[in-house]
């Protein structure tokens, strides 16, 4: 494996970082030599990251326990571990945090010390973002169908940094049926979390039209083991994709009463759901930097 790579995007705007499985693009607005040098503070940071949770992964693949936090020595570690607590209720290891957790170690890295007006991380449609006083930021959705815009507006009053998506079709091995699903939460750490979970229980156990795999198959070294993920999903009926998101909606129902996101979109087979009222929920009148599509 090659080791950490920095450059710019041919736009000259947007740097793309990248080790191993870690693909990051960073970009960051304000006074141009705050910007100069927030962009040299993730690109020191970038060079142990990964590094860093190797060291950890044994552990990081073990399941999480509810109010029993580990003591990680590194600080994406206990990120990852910070944001599955909440939710390790059921069968959740800090893996499902990981994506996110890096792009919130990244913006941390980029913020040091430095006053920008904005800035985002986004690792694979994960987000980690800064938004100052008074400051908006776009992103794009993936997946969108016709009850929610296909661009979405977060404003600094919001109390949003992270967004995440997961689903069935994406980089990470999904439980669930979901097309995607997408999180609003604190921190990147926690949409990446939730959104894996809620995307998890998108689903229709024992239904033939969906292919599923135990994930040690697929890849040997899985936090999931024997768990089977989806492969493919084969037509439905319009009553099992409104009953498969009914389940997915009700699991970010209960994360958003309890305060662990602030809203959630569901996407399956066209039909969509939506949990909370912010700015999924409406379409975005007055688009900011596109951040993701997510």
């Keep these: 494996m090659d080791g950490p790579q920095a450059h710019w995007l041919q736009d000259g705007k947007r740097l793309h970082l990248n080790h191993g499985p870690i693909d ?3 970009e960051a607005f304000g006074e141009v030599q705050e910007c100069r040098l927030a962009y040299e503070q993730a690109v020191a940071r970038f060079q142990t990251i990964l ?5 950890e992964l044994p552990e990081l693949r073990l399941p999480a326990f509810f109010l029993a936090p ?5 600080p994406t570690a206990r990120r990852m571990e910070a944001a599955v607590i909440p939710l390790a209720e059921c069968f959740i290891t800090p893996m499902a945090a990981v994506a996110g957790s890096v792009a919130d170690e990244m913006i941390a890295a980029l913020l040091a010390g430095r006053k920008l007006d904005r800035a985002y ?15 908006s930021m776009g992103l794009a959705v993936a997946g969108t169908g016709p009850d929610i815009a296909d661009r979405i507006t977060i404003r600094s009053s919001d109390n949003v940094r992270g967004v995440a998506t997961s689903g069935w079709r994406g980089r990470s091995f999904s439980l669930g049926i979901a097309d995607a699903v ?4 604190r921190t990147g750490a926690e949409a990446d979390a939730a959104a894996t979970l809620i995307a998890n229980a998108v689903n229709l156990p024992g239904n033939p039209a969906i292919k599923r795999t135990p994930a040690c198959e697929l890849s040997p070294d899985s936090d999931l083991g024997a768990r089977l993920v989806t492969q493919s999903v084969g037509t439905l009926a319009l009553g099992e994709v409104a009953r498969a998101l009914d389940n997915g909606l009700a699991v970010a129902e209960d ?10 979109a569901l996407f399956l087979g066209g039909e969509t759901r939506i949990s909370g009222s912010m700015a999924l929920a409406a379409p975005n009148k007055s688009p900011g930097k596109e951040v993701a599509h997510a």
């Design 24 to 26: 990051l693009i960073v």
């Design 182 to 185: 997408t999180v609003l939460a």
């Design 121 to 135: 991380v986004n690792n694979g449609g994960d987000c980690a973002l800064h938004i100052g006083k008074g400051q």
């Design 51 to 55: 590094i860093e949770l190797v060291k």
């Design 70 to 74: 580990r003591a990680f020595d590194g």
């Design 255 to 264: 994360f958003r009463r309890r305060g662990l996101i602030a809203a959630a």
